[in-house]
């Protein structure tokens, strides 16, 4: 099936320091979503991207949609103890439902 | 309360136990799903459902069961648990499927359900 590799695996960063991660599909996608999950939640939607090239915000939060259309990057500028959680990328597979990567495990020493 | 919601949230059983896992949303959304998340795999598709009494399978179906014969309900049920289904259980729904809309394909998580079984 659809594959999305989402790295890195876990980063431990210092407060203030800004984070980067990325997700790469096997195929072409059309649409690119970042989810964020906190500890005992369920995830919840950070940033959607339609279109390749697109580059969006979200306060410290920005992702960009790859000119590939198989990759998706978000960055996450001045850490705070709160972004600690799980980012997932998402996006359509087969039948347009949404695969997920593995997950990147963010934590943030104070 | 408005949103979705799963039930219960912690969950302990026996092998070869039936366990049930409700989800109810009040949004009327035409779309439910249910994922299992495992560490090292993500969110990975068990069933989901595009409205009452239509439901399909996803990437991880074997053991599991899903009816829907009303829009807010998706209960996804063990008919018999085993080790390897201890796992975190997430409910979500979505309005709209269609590529060509925008919002197309975000979904509205439930809390989890965690369950355990010995």
């Known amino acids: 099936g659809q594959q999305l590799n989402q790295s890195p695996q876990s980063m431990f960063i210092q407060e203030g320091e800004d984070v980067s991660m990325n997700c790469t599909s096997s195929?072409?996608?059309?649409?690119w979503l970042w989810y964020k999950q906190e500890p005992g939640e369920g995830p919840v939607l950070l940033i959607a991207?339609?279109?390749?090239?697109e580059l969006t915000s979200n306060g410290r939060l920005t992702a960009q949609f790859g000119i590939t259309r198989k990759d998706s990057f978000l960055n996450i500028s001045a850490s705070i103890p709160s972004d600690v959680g799980i980012y997932f990328c998402?996006?359509?597979?087969?039948?347009?439902?949404?695969?997920f990567g593995a997950g990147t495990i963010l934590r943030v020493k104070s | 309360d408005a949103g979705i919601t799963q039930s219960p949230r912690y969950k302990i059983t026996e092998t070869g136990r039936q366990v049930t896992l409700m989800c109810h949303q009040t949004?009327?959304?035409?779309?439910m799903f249910w994922y299992r998340q495992d560490l090292g795999h993500g969110l990975r598709l068990i069933y989901y459902s595009a409205a009452a009494d239509i439901t399909d399978k996803g990437e991880v179906p074997d053991g599991y069961v899903v009816s829907r014969s009303k829009t807010e309900n998706f209960p996804l049920t063990l008919e018999s648990a085993t080790r390897s289904q201890t796992s975190v259980y997430f409910c979500a729904s979505s309005e709209s499927m269609d590529r060509g809309k925008g919002g197309a394909n975000v979904l509205t998580f439930g809390a989890g359900s965690r369950l355990t079984v010995l």
């Open positions: 195929s072409i996608f059309n649409t």
């Open positions: 991207l339609y279109k390749a090239g």
């Open positions: 949004w009327s959304h035409s779309y």
């Open positions: 998402a996006g359509p597979g087969y039948g347009n439902k949404l695969v």
